[in-house]
C-alpha cells in the first residue's frame, strides 16, 4: 500500500527538501507510463522552495512513448515559475533547452552533463 497522495505532495514541497536524485523511463517496473522527469522540472522550477541540486539519470530507451498521455502537471505549478538551482547533472539523453525555460543557469555552480551536446546548446 503506498503513502496517500498529499503526503507525497507535502514531501516534494517540503522547504528542508535540498536535493533530489531520479531515474527516468519510458515506462516504470509496473508498466505505467513514468512522468519523474516532468515532476521533477516542476519541483525544480520552485514548487520544490529549497531544492538546490537536482541529478537525473535516463534509462534507455527514453523517448516519449506512442499513447503516452500528456503530463497534467503537479498541483500548483505555474508554467511562469523560475526554480534557483545550485546543481543539475544530467546522465543518459536530453536537453538543456527544454530546462532552460524553468531553470535560471546564472545561479548554477555545477552542472554536469552525461550525453552528447549539439552546437547549438553548447552555446
Not at 498529499?6 to 528542508?16: D, K, Q, R, V
Request: net charge negative; with cysteine; proline share 5%.
Amino acid at each position: 500500500m503506498g503513502v496517500p497522495y498529499h503526503y507525497e505532495m507535502e514531501l516534494a514541497t517540503s522547504p528542508c527538501l535540498y536535493r533530489v536524485k531520479v531515474v527516468c523511463t519510458d515506462k516504470d517496473s509496473d508498466g505505467d507510463f513514468d512522468y519523474n522527469m516532468d515532476a521533477v522540472r516542476e519541483l525544480a522550477a520552485g514548487l520544490a522552495p529549497s531544492l538546490k541540486e537536482v541529478s537525473i539519470n535516463k534509462l534507455w530507451p527514453y523517448r516519449h512513448s506512442v499513447g503516452k498521455p500528456l503530463w497534467q502537471g503537479l498541483p500548483g505549478f505555474s508554467g511562469e515559475m523560475i526554480g534557483s538551482l545550485t546543481s543539475l547533472s544530467l546522465y543518459g539523453s536530453g536537453s538543456i533547452q527544454k530546462r532552460a525555460k524553468n531553470t535560471d543557469f546564472d545561479k548554477l555552480q555545477q552542472l554536469v552533463i552525461g550525453f552528447r551536446l549539439s552546437g547549438e546548446e553548447m552555446e
